[in-house]
Every structure is written in C-alpha cells, then in structure tokens.
C-alpha cells in the first residue's frame, strides 16, 4: 500500500466521511493510531467496561477491520483525534451491529474515549456528531446503544443525547460468557427528531 497524506489503513472504496466538531475530528484511520489503540485498548480502566483488554496485536487487527469497514461504506467507527493536540482520542462513530440479537438489524451510535480524557463531554461530542451525520446525512430513523449494566458512564451519555432505555430489550452480550460480569447489558434508542 501506498502511503498517502492521510495515510490511511485501508484505501478507500467510496468517499470516506470526515466528521468535526469543536474539538474532535473523527477520521478514518491511519498507521500512527496503531500505538495510541493499543495502549487504550490495553488499558484496564477501558477494559473494566468493555469485557476486558486487548493485545497489541488484537488492537491493531480492531483498528484494521474498523479502516476496512470505513473504506467499504464510508462511515464507521471513526479514530477520534483531539482538535487542540492532534492525538488520538479514542474511536467511535456508527456501526452496523456484529451480532444478531433481538434488536438487530440495527446500526449501533458508540464510543470509547482515552480515560485522560473522561468527564469533559467528548463522548456526548462526537456522538452528537455521529447521530446528525446518520438522521441527517444516511437518513436513518434510529441509531441504537448498549453497554454493560455497570457502566453508569456510557448511560449518562446516552442520557444526555436524549436516548432513552428500553428494558425489554437488554440483553446479554453474545460474545461474553453467561457468566461474565459485564455480560448484561442494557439498550437505549435515539430516534430521528
């Protein structure tokens, strides 16, 4: 592969979307992110809500599948990159979700942030963001959330972007051992204003 000026991961297949908001540019990937979602992903305060850490290696394969999807579509889970430093953020965007359960089809609204960076409204940020770009741009009616039952920090986000839970549809995650204790989840819906 070529490098190009914004050295991306995978070549692009469609034209790639760029989002930006004050202080956040979600982007499609490019091999300096490698190290920094590496070092998130291997973190275990991020892990605690995520069903644990990955390897070096798993991080990368994450980052690659995710550039794949973006170059297929043109959206996905962005890397998040701080507007005032130019570092590596995090990820998060707009997903179709991997799994079937009883909401699915659905296409997921998600996030996962540095923890240096928690509690100054990134995440409701970018989210905001991603959830204009999909009633506004993709013409979707509903963007959907989960998380494990024990992340009170992902639910006040999804509060604040004005989705609201739907206990009847949480769910354990399929790809969490029954017995894992991030395996419950629960679901909020955003839908279109």
């Known amino acids: 592969m070529t490098a190009s000026a914004t050295d991306p991961l995978a070549p692009p297949e469609v034209p790639t979307v760029r989002l930006e908001t004050d202080r956040l540019i979600l982007r499609q990937w490019q091999h300096g992110d490698l190290g920094p979602v590496a070092a998130l992903r291997g973190d275990v305060r991020v892990g605690e809500t995520l069903g644990g850490t990955l390897t070096e290696d798993q991080a990368h394969a994450f980052a690659q599948q995710m550039a794949t999807e973006i170059a297929g579509r043109g959206w996905g889970f962005f890397a998040m990159e701080d507007r005032r430093s130019g570092h ?3 990820f998060g ?8 359960t009883a909401f699915t089809p659905a296409i997921e609204l998600g996030w996962t942030l ?4 928690w509690g ?26 989960y998380t494990a039952a024990s992340n ?3 639910q006040a986000v ?11 549809l ?3 995650h ?3 051992a029954p017995d894992h204790p991030l395996a419950r989840h629960v679901f909020y819906r955003l839908r279109r204003p």
């Not at 999804?158 to 009847?168: F, S």
């Open 170 to 172: 949480d769910f354990d």
């Open 152 to 154: 009170r920090r992902s």
């Open 88 to 90: 590596f953020a995090g």
């Open 93 to 100: 965007g707009l997903r179709p979700i991997p799994f079937e």
């Open 120 to 145: 100054q409204g990134l995440a409701t940020e970018a989210a905001r963001a991603a959830s204009s770009f999909a009633f506004e741009t993709l013409g979707l009616d509903e963007v959907v959330a």
């Open 174 to 176: 399929p790809r969490l």
């Open 158 to 168: 999804m509060r604040r972007l004005g989705m609201v839970p739907d206990p009847a």
């Open 114 to 117: 540095s923890p240096a960076l």
